[in-house]
């Protein structure tokens, strides 16, 4: 894992469970992580990749047996 603060969609893509096309199409849509354009690239703070992916963790609920 790369001790960088800020990764490119490439880096993400590499370290973490999205692909690149995945966070252009979120970002296309002001959905997905927060991110800012640095010159002609798009960079994500790391904290921000695994707060929005903390976001959507699912909670399981349990099921309630009827019995019978």
Request: hydrophobic share 35%; glycine share 8%.
């Given at each position: 894992?790369?001790?960088?603060?800020?990764?490119t969609r490439?880096?993400?893509?590499?370290?973490?469970?999205?692909?690149?096309?995945t966070l252009a199409h979120?970002?296309?849509?002001?959905?997905?992580?927060?991110?800012?354009?640095?010159?002609?690239?798009?960079?994500?703070?790391?904290?921000?990749?695994?707060?929005?992916?903390?976001?959507?963790?699912?909670?399981?609920?349990?099921?309630?047996?009827?019995?019978?």
């Amino acid at each position: 894992m790369s001790s960088s603060k800020y990764l490119t969609r490439q880096q993400v893509e590499k370290e973490y469970p999205i692909k690149a096309w995945t966070l252009a199409h979120l970002a296309s849509q002001k959905r997905g992580p927060r991110y800012a354009i640095v010159g002609k690239n798009a960079v994500y703070a790391r904290t921000d990749i695994e707060s929005w992916i903390d976001s959507l963790m699912v909670e399981p609920s349990q099921s309630v047996g009827t019995g019978g």
